[in-house]
């Protein structure tokens, strides 16, 4: 793992659900199958697993 991989403060909470429904995690909205994996459900997953922020955190600032 790089220095520039930060773990997610959403690893270890309780999943939180989108608009369609779908168990996401509370911070970076990665839904459950990208970070479960596509056998597991939320029944056996209560809490999101650790996982690295998305690398694409860094917004450019916009002008206006
Ligand atoms: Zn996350």
């Known amino acids: 793992m790089s220095a ?3 773990s997610c403060p959403g690893g270890g909470k309780a999943w939180t659900v ?5 168990a996401v995690c ?10 479960a994996g596509r056998h ?3 029944s056996n997953m209560p809490k999101v ?3 690295t922020r998305p690398k694409s955190q ?3 600032r916009q002008r206006g």
Request: charged share 35%.
């Open 58 to 60: 860094k917004v450019p």
């Open 18 to 22: 989108d608009v369609s429904g779908k």
């Open 26 to 35: 509370p911070r970076c909205k990665r839904s459950f199958t990208t970070l």
């Open 4 to 6: 520039t991989e930060m």
């Open 40 to 42: 597991r459900t939320v």
């Open 49 to 51: 697993p650790e996982h």
